[in-house]
């Protein structure tokens, strides 16, 4: 059974950092990409950050770069997000997914395309 398992959200000021985890079992963690995204209440699910197979390939939402990266320990199985400068306009549930890939370099950013996906981790930012 696929499970992905994200933990590290939480209450931070405007200005602050946190470090989201997303743990993978259940799969062949090295041959998927990686992703997170997020929904705002009352907006749609949109892409944040994706990683490739190997890692070497990194690609952010706009509104992200320079903010967050993401990276990934194919020994642990573990992909993470790690946050810093939050705005308030970061509130949101963030989910990681996983995208089963052929392309060792190659990174998804529709979420349509993506075939497991966790429960999410509230992140709220106040101002």
């Known amino acids: 059974q696929v499970q992905l398992v994200e933990s590290g959200g939480g209450l931070v000021q405007a200005g602050g950092s946190l470090r989201l985890a997303c743990a993978a079992s259940g799969l062949p963690f090295r041959i998927y990409s990686m992703g997170w995204f997020r929904q705002a209440p009352g907006k749609e699910r949109e892409f944040v950050a994706g990683?490739?197979?190997?890692?070497?390939?990194?690609q952010y939402a706009e509104s992200v770069k320079g903010r967050f990266t993401i990276s990934r320990d194919n020994f642990e199985n573990t992909v993470y997000l790690q946050t810093s400068s939050l705005k308030p306009e970061d509130t949101a549930v963030y989910y990681c997914a996983a995208d089963i890939q052929t392309n060792i370099v190659a990174v998804t950013t529709r979420g349509a395309e993506y075939d497991y996906w966790g429960q999410g981790t509230q992140v709220t930012v106040s101002s």
């Open positions: 990683i490739s197979r190997s890692g070497d390939r990194t």
